[in-house]
């Protein structure tokens, strides 16, 4: 099996620009993450999906972090317009909650550089 | 709420030592508790993970932890450290009956190997 897809894996953006990740998770797991991990804040949730609805936004990141998910092979975080701080390493994580293997399987992420 | 402290941000060993990394947690009554590792330039992957019952754990790569309730830990070990388990170590607790979005990252100890 396929794991997690990331695309791609590394992204330069200017201040104020659009940039959009993407993320292929495993076949046939129902559940859909996006973090964001710096070396200060750690791993912070930013959207959680289930079966291809949005359960949880991450609060502090709604103004101008958006994902979706429009088909339950592919998902797409846009950040709009990105700021410097914005600089991190995106990682995207899917699982199966409930089945026998109840582990997240995570991307090897998308290192993003906003100047 | 829940939540997770690695107390430990960097630990150095020889190659051939043992190893310890702490975690503790904080959750009212028995959690799932897991244990990640994120080599280099990779997304995070699954090393073992605790669910009610034997209170020793095997993982992969020689790895394994002891869930302690008394002392609300969860900590990880390794009898005998290799140059390629350079990396960083995540733990993380869920409640038995949440799911993915409920699962709390610790910080992360960075383990460095010397030769």
């Known amino acids: 099996d396929a794991g997690v897809t990331q695309t791609p894996r590394h992204e330069v953006a200017e201040k104020g620009q659009t940039i959009i990740l993407k993320c292929e998770p495993v076949?046939?797991?129902?559940?859909l993450f996006w973090y964001r991990q710096t070396k200060i804040q750690g791993l912070e949730l930013l959207s959680y999906f289930r079966s291809k609805s949005l359960m949880e936004d991450g609060g502090a990141f709604k103004d101008r972090f958006k994902a979706e998910m429009l088909n339950s092979s592919f998902s797409t975080l846009k950040i709009q317009p990105t700021e410097p701080k914005d600089s991190a390493v995106y990682l995207c994580?899917?699982?199966?909650?409930?089945?026998?293997?109840?582990?997240?399987?995570f991307g090897a992420g998308t290192r993003l550089s906003v100047l | 709420a829940q939540s997770v402290t690695q107390p430990d941000a960097r630990v150095t060993v020889s190659e051939g030592a043992s190893l310890q990394l702490r975690c503790k947690y904080s959750y009212f009554g028995t959690p799932y508790l897991f244990w990640y590792v994120q080599y280099p330039r990779q997304g995070l992957q699954l090393l073992l993970k605790y669910y009610p019952g034997d209170p020793v754990v095997q993982g992969v790569n020689g790895f394994e932890a002891e869930f302690s309730k008394s002392n609300s830990s969860f900590h990880l070990r390794k009898a005998s450290v290799h140059w390629s388990d350079w990396a960083v170590y995540f733990c993380?607790?869920?409640?038995?009956?949440?799911?993915?979005?409920?699962?709390?990252f610790g910080a992360g100890t960075r383990l460095a190997v010397c030769p």
């Open positions: 993380a607790v869920s409640p038995q009956s949440g799911s993915f979005n409920k699962l709390t």
């Open positions: 994580a899917s699982g199966d909650w409930g089945s026998s293997q109840n582990t997240l399987y």
């Open positions: 076949s046939g797991h129902n559940d």
